[in-house]
């Protein structure tokens, strides 16, 4: 050992740097998938939100057609009575004939 210098203090020699950036180089590759699995990830999970988000937009959709077709005869059977159209008269019985 050189005069009381612990390991710590001794100068880097080209095999450590050469450790040191092959451990740099592996952790830049784990960095990297890691960042990717979690791109991945957010990415699925967005798009499985989107998908169930237009789903119920298609079923308001549908519901609102509908509501809509429903007002629609409403409205037409409320102004026929307020007009004083009968769209379905009752049946008027036959008058007996003057035979």
Known sequence: MLDGLENGDLPATKKDIAELRTEIAD???VF???IHDAETRLLTA????AQGT???L???DRAEVSLRERLAGVDKRLMDLELGRNPNPPPQPN???AA
């Open 27 to 29: 952790l830049r590759e």
């Open 32 to 34: 990297a998938e890691t």
């Open 46 to 49: 967005f798009y499985n939100w």
């Open 54 to 56: 237009q789903r119920h």
């Open 58 to 60: 298609w079923d308001l």
């Open 95 to 97: 008058p007996p004939s």
